[in-house]
């Protein structure tokens, strides 16, 4: 069974940082793209980052552009989001999710940790 | 900046049939934006139904379809369910020239009713 499950939201302060980790089973880790989806309070989802298999490619939205960083690590079977110069925008519940082979969709999601950032 | 544009809120009855669309501000929405339609209910985790335009996941229910309509990607809900009531969520992908980026529209709020 595939199961994606987040870790580390917390409250923190603005300018702060935070590192999300996100610990994957049930399929071959090393095989998939990765994904990292945020939803605001009472907002839509919105795509936030994505790492290839092997932590070659990264691509990012422009707003967190130079303040998150996407990784993995597939001995671990782990992805992560370090999240720095945080702001009150980024506030969210963030999801983890798995590109499925050969197809371009986020087939399965975890259940996601919140992030707080307030003063 | 590339926008994704879908109805805020429709309504069906129950057994009814409902289409939802997903429209791209950069132009028709083709294969190659790789339409996924994404459910939502309240307080759980999204979930995706149909990608590439039509394809399901093994969990999709039949009742739903996908396709291309006009410059737009839909999504066909027939014979409506009271489970069904969800937020559904468009996402498209970008590519190079929008620097490869995924996209959710803002959502539609179906009621069964």
């Known amino acids: 069974e595939v199961q994606l499950v987040e870790s580390g939201g917390d409250l923190v302060r603005p300018g702060g940082s935070l590192r999300l980790s996100c610990a994957a089973s049930?399929?071959?880790?090393?095989?998939?793209?990765m994904t990292w989806v945020r939803q605001a309070p009472g907002k839509g989802p919105q795509w936030v980052a994505n790492?290839?298999?092997?932590?070659?490619?990264?691509v990012y939205v422009d707003s967190v552009k130079g303040r998150f960083t996407i990784s993995r690590d597939n001995d671990k079977n782990s992805l992560s989001l370090q999240m720095n110069s945080l702001r009150a925008e980024d506030t969210a519940l963030f999801y983890c999710?798995?590109?499925?082979?050969?197809?371009?969709?986020?087939?399965?999601w975890g259940q996601g940790t919140l992030v707080t950032v307030s003063s | 900046q590339t926008v994704v544009t879908q109805e805020p809120s429709l309504t069906v009855s129950p057994g009814g049939t409902v289409t939802l669309t997903c429209a791209s501000n950069?132009?028709?929405?083709?294969?190659?934006?790789?339409p996924n339609w994404i459910q939502q209910k309240p307080g759980q985790a999204p979930r995706a139904l149909i990608y590439?335009?039509?394809k399901k996941h093994s969990w999709t229910p039949a009742r739903f379809s996908g396709s291309l309509v006009g410059a737009t990607a839909a999504l066909t809900l027939s014979g409506a369910q009271p489970e069904d009531e969800a937020d559904y969520y468009c996402l498209l992908y970008f590519d190079h020239r929008y620097g490869d980026a995924w996209v959710f529209g803002g959502g539609t709020k179906l009621t069964v009713l």
């Open positions: 950069t132009g028709a929405v083709t294969s190659g934006y790789h």
């Open positions: 049930g399929f071959t880790f090393s095989n998939h793209w």
């Open positions: 590439g335009i039509y």
């Open positions: 790492i290839n298999e092997d932590g070659t490619k990264r």
């Open positions: 999710a798995r590109w499925s082979l050969n197809d371009h969709t986020p087939d399965y």
